[in-house]
């Protein structure tokens, strides 16, 4: 079984830039989470995808959209990059309503 | 709205003690409750769930927590502790029959066993 994986590992970002984040599944999960982890926080929930189509969304502004693709693998953009923004990403994927197994994260930097 | 409560920044115990990091909750009608943990640089693990049934969960690792719903508490326990439990602990809850499954985490506690 192959478990959730995300790329890339680590990204620097100048001020105003546009990001894109990658995350691949676990084998038969049709679910997958964003959320951003601000240092010395827990995560906050961005948005969700069911089977393609977002089905939840935090208290995220616009500027931060996803994707996700027929094999359940899932990206991550945001644009207009602020400071603020500089967190670990993270992924999670699950079945359905079941719990949620997380990546090992992006790390981003925004100067 | 449901959120989690972990009043503890940081928990710290001796090798071989009893931990608990305490966890408490808030969510419209019945949690779905989660403990994960986090190593440094890492993503989030996942430890134990509790969604029905015995208020005793075991979990990953030698770890287990107690719900308690008149407390709504979901406290995380091991009966001995190593140094390599040392981590960074999550809980998270969410409503049992909501629509999707996100997530709301606590802070999160820093557990240091020192040897």
């Known amino acids: 079984e192959t478990g959730v994986t995300q790329s890339p590992t680590h990204l620097i970002k100048t001020r105003g830039q546009q990001v894109t984040l990658r995350c691949s599944s676990q084998s038969g999960h049709n679910t997958v989470s964003w959320y951003q982890q601000a240092l010395g926080q827990g995560p906050q929930f961005i948005f969700q995808?069911?089977?393609?189509?977002?089905?939840g969304r935090g208290n995220f502004p616009p500027r931060f959209s996803g994707l996700q693709f027929p094999n359940y693998s899932s990206e991550l953009n945001v644009n207009a990059l602020e400071l603020d923004d500089s967190a670990l990403y993270l992924c999670?994927?699950?079945?359905?309503?079941?719990?949620?197994?997380f990546g090992p994260g992006t790390r981003l930097t925004v100067t | 709205a449901q959120s989690v409560a972990q009043p503890e920044d940081q928990v710290n115990v001796a090798e071989g003690n009893p931990l608990t990091v305490k966890c408490t909750y808030s969510?419209?009608?019945?949690?779905?409750l989660f403990w994960y943990v986090q190593y440094p640089n890492r993503g989030l693990q996942f430890l134990l769930k509790?969604?029905?049934?015995?208020?005793l969960v075991k979990g990953s690792y030698g770890f287990e927590a107690e719900f308690n719903k008149s407390q709504t508490s979901f406290h995380l326990k091991k009966p001995s502790a190593l140094v390599s439990d040392s981590a960074l602990y999550f809980c998270?809850?969410?409503?049992?029959?909501?629509?999707?499954?996100?997530?709301?985490f606590g802070k999160g506690t820093m557990l240091l066993v020192s040897p």
């Open positions: 969510v419209s009608g019945n949690p779905y």
């Open positions: 998270a809850v969410r409503p049992l029959n909501s629509g999707y499954s996100t997530l709301t």
């Open positions: 995808y069911y089977r393609e189509e977002e089905n």
């Open positions: 509790y969604i029905t049934g015995d208020n």
């Open positions: 999670a994927s699950s079945l359905d309503q079941y719990e949620q197994y």
